[in-house]
């Protein structure tokens, strides 16, 4: 591509400061396996072999959301399927996808859906 080319008209794999797919589908199996853990940054920027602030920049690029982001909505989206499918209490589902109690689970929850996890499971439950 000529050198004044925007980014975007770049063939694909050309572009750079992403994370290479494998380094990319490396670290998303580590936030779904972990998704109850506390997930640091520092961990993740380690698996991938790179800087936390080159891992920060390339799991933006790859993911579209900073990695702190991408993991709220993975806990909020298995926390809405487990509040749908299963019996499971809240606390529960709370410990399960990464929270230390309720109340923290609870307030995060409400942030990004605007139900709190009881009204939400209420409401879209069967």
Same mark, same amino acid.
């Given at each position: 591509?000529?050198?004044?080319?925007?980014?975007?008209?770049?063939?694909?794999?050309?572009?750079?400061?992403?994370?290479?797919?494998?380094?990319?589908?490396?670290?998303?199996?580590?936030?779904? @396996?972990?998704?109850?853990?506390?997930?640091?940054?520092?961990?993740?920027?380690?698996?991938?072999?790179?800087?936390?602030? !080159?891992?920060?920049?390339?799991?933006?690029?790859?993911?579209?959301?900073?990695?702190?982001?991408?993991?709220?909505?993975?806990?909020?989206?298995?926390?809405?399927?487990?509040?749908?499918?299963?019996?499971?209490?809240?606390?529960?589902?709370?410990?399960?996808?990464?929270? @230390?109690?309720?109340? !923290?689970?609870?307030?995060?929850?409400?942030?990004?859906?605007?139900?709190?996890?009881?009204?939400?499971?209420?409401?879209?439950?069967?």
């Amino acid at each position: 591509p000529h050198a004044d080319a925007p980014i975007d008209a770049m063939p694909e794999g050309l572009a750079t400061g992403g994370l290479s797919p494998a380094n990319a589908r490396r670290i998303e199996a580590f936030i779904d @396996e972990r998704i109850s853990e506390d997930l640091r940054l520092d961990d993740l920027a380690l698996l991938s072999k790179l800087s936390r602030h !080159h891992f920060a920049v390339a799991f933006k690029q790859s993911f579209g959301l900073p990695p702190y982001r991408y993991i709220i909505e993975k806990r909020v989206a298995l926390a809405k399927s487990l509040l749908l499918e299963t019996e499971q209490s809240i606390i529960d589902i709370g410990c399960a996808v990464g929270y @230390e109690n309720q109340g !923290h689970f609870t307030t995060v929850f409400r942030r990004e859906t605007g139900w709190t996890p009881a009204k939400f499971r209420r409401a879209y439950g069967s």
